[in-house]
């Protein structure tokens, strides 16, 4: 049996992504047993992450100033504009180094059973944006699922009309993947998005 605090943090660090209670109480005894060296500058960091880190007001990205640090940043690319799910998807984008120009947080996925519409998705700050004129192209980063085809053929209908370049990410065959080891879906799409060498 353990005492109100340490079964509280329990609790919440079962709540993360990829944490079981099982984790979770390994986590936390961790945790405690690290208390000077990992504990109390982990509760410093998220006293300090829930004060400070805002959502910014042009993209969507969480950081510390507004606009964010991307937004704010003169090098990037202002005439290319990546539309993600998510911000775990931006910086998903981010870590790969492969896109310097800027970005656009949806928030989420068309979904009919999670009561998602097109209006839940931010769709008219979406064509603001655009319309300010500097974007060429709009790159849409949708996942391959049937909710992230579906937003990207939304999304791609609703900017249509403001004369803007709409591209998609190709999908297909990863690097280093075998064809005996992807799925059905995976391999039809690589077909179809084939490229002439």
């Not at 961790?30 to 990992?38: A, Y």
């Not at 998807?89 to 519409?117: N, P, Q």
């Not at 790159?139 to 803007?164: D, F, S």
Request: glycine share 10%; aromatic share 2%; proline share 5%.
């Amino acid at each position: 049996m353990v005492g109100r605090e340490i079964e509280r943090l329990i609790q919440l660090l079962s709540r993360l992504p990829g944490l079981g209670s099982r984790s979770a109480r390994r986590a936390a005894l961790h945790l405690v047993e690290k208390r000077d060296t990992l504990l109390l500058p982990l509760a410093e960091a998220l006293a300090a992450a829930a004060e400070k880190v805002r959502t910014c007001s042009v993209c969507g990205n969480f950081d510390s100033v507004d606009p964010c640090t991307i937004c704010g940043d003169p090098r990037r690319e202002s005439t290319l504009l990546c539309v993600v799910e998510d911000v775990a998807a931006l910086w998903a984008l981010e870590r790969s180094g492969c896109f310097r120009g800027r970005y656009h947080v949806l928030g989420g996925l068309l979904s009919a059973l999670d009561g998602i519409g097109p209006d839940d998705l931010g769709l008219p700050r979406l064509a603001a944006r655009i319309g300010e004129g500097a974007i060429a192209e709009v790159i849409l980063a949708t996942p391959a699922t049937v909710e992230g085809q579906t937003t990207a053929h939304v999304v791609a209908e609703h900017l249509t009309p403001l004369g803007v370049k709409v591209s998609a990410l190709a999908h297909g065959v990863p690097v280093g993947g075998a064809l005996d080891y992807l799925d059905d879906g995976t391999i039809s799409a690589a077909v179809k998005a084939r490229r002439a060498l």
